[in-house]
C-alpha cells in the first residue's frame, strides 16, 4: 500500500518538522527519528505532504501527527490515534488538518 498524507498546519515555524509515527515499521513504528518526515515550501504553506509504502503485511496502520520543533522538541497532536486500514494493493490519500478531521480516499490502484 501506498499512502500520502496532505497535512494543513500554519502553527509551525522555520525549521520545525510534521511527522507522521505509527504503528507500522514505515511509519517508524512510533520512533520520531525513523518517522515519515513531511514537508512543506514558501509557495505551499502550511500544506505538508509526504508518502509511503507500507509492507503488503500491514493490514492496518495506528498513527498521529507531530509537530517536531527546531529545537527537537516533539509535540503530538492532541487526541487518540487514528487507524487506516491497508491492503497490498492500496493507494490512500489522506487529508488531514493537524489536530483536527481527517478525510480518506481511496485511490484507484
Known amino acids: 500500500a501506498v499512502v500520502t498524507w496532505h497535512v ?3 502553527s509551525t515555524a522555520p525549521g520545525d518538522s510534521i511527522l507522521v509515527l ?4 514505515a511509519a517508524g513504528c ?12 514558501p509557495a505551499t504553506f502550511p500544506l505538508w505532504y509526504g508518502a509511503a509504502r507500507f509492507e503488503s503485511g500491514d493490514a492496518g496502520l ?18 487518540r490515534d487514528r487507524d487506516i486500514e491497508l491492503d ?8 488531514v488538518d493537524f489536530g483536527g478531521q481527517a478525510s480518506l480516499v481511496r485511490l484507484r490502484p
Open 8 to 10: 494543513t498546519c500554519p
Open 22 to 25: 505509527g504503528s507500522a515499521a
Open 30 to 41: 512510533w520512533r520520531p527519528d525513523r518517522a515519515i518526515r513531511l514537508t512543506t515550501s
Open 62 to 79: 495506528s498513527w498521529k501527527l507531530a509537530i517536531q520543533r527546531a529545537d527537537g522538541e516533539l509535540c503530538w497532536e492532541a487526541g
Open 88 to 95: 497490498a494493493m492500496s493507494k490512500l490519500l489522506v487529508d
